[in-house]
């Protein structure tokens, strides 16, 4: 890539920020100027998915120049209201919510703490000082605001070159869904079927190899398969 750094913004997911910075860092580390947001209902953001978008929004505006958004979890329906908002050349949405199996509050909640087991997943335990910087009542807001924002009701509307990736051990999403969603959005769906909920945790290189062909691949083309083989 020629020209200088390419911006970035990434939303992590629900309340959690800290298992997203190493793939930050990896990006930085390739040359991408890379820009992690607060992780939506933290104290200082809203806590609202649509008001944290049009937050996220402003902030890419200001950052100008911003060429790839990433949503990852309930990141993705943030990410999604700020292209809308917004608009950027290319979107990136990582395990989707939320699932019509899951879109209920009880259900949303207690898969949300069950989590996906995942080897490389954080233990409950570990995401507690993000936690913190929420509280229960916020991470009750964004959670409630999630189940009346689908995703299927915004991407049509999104003019924008779309990628969602379906982790195989997510556990709040499946691939029908996935695939639906970049049917709607008229993008590609990549599977990664080892892949945790919180990919790309414990596998930068592989997500820093996807952002780097996004952003090699002009706005305006169709979508093709990309491959990220297990």
Do not use: C
């Amino acid at each position: 890539m020629s020209g200088g750094p390419r911006t970035v913004v990434m939303v992590p997911g629900l309340a959690v920020r800290s298992y997203a910075e190493p793939a930050a860092a990896a990006l930085r580390s390739a040359g991408i100027d890379a820009d992690l947001l607060p992780a939506p209902t933290w104290h200082g953001v809203p806590a609202d998915v649509n008001a944290y978008g049009r937050w996220a929004a402003g902030k890419i505006e200001d950052i100008g120049d911003v060429e790839l958004l990433i949503g990852m979890s309930l990141g993705t329906q943030a990410a999604a209201a700020a292209a809308l908002a917004v608009g950027v050349p290319r979107l990136l949405l990582i395990s989707p919510t939320v699932d019509p199996a899951h879109r209920s509050r009880w259900q949303l909640v207690r898969t949300w703490l069950k989590g996906d087991k995942h080897p490389d997943s954080q233990s409950m335990r570990s995401q507690v000082p993000d936690w913190r910087r929420a509280g229960v009542r916020r991470i009750y807001t964004g959670m409630a605001s999630a189940l009346h924002t689908p995703l299927e009701d915004v991407l049509p509307r999104i003019t924008t070159r779309l990628t969602i990736v379906h982790a195989g051990w997510d556990n709040l999403g499946s691939f029908h869904y996935a695939a639906a969603l970049a049917e709607l959005g008229s993008g590609e769906v990549i599977e990664l079927p080892a892949a945790p909920h919180s990919w790309p945790i414990g596998d930068t290189d592989r997500f820093v190899a996807l952002v780097q062909r996004l952003l090699a691949q002009p706005a305006d083309a169709e979508a093709s398969p990309t491959d990220l083989a297990d």
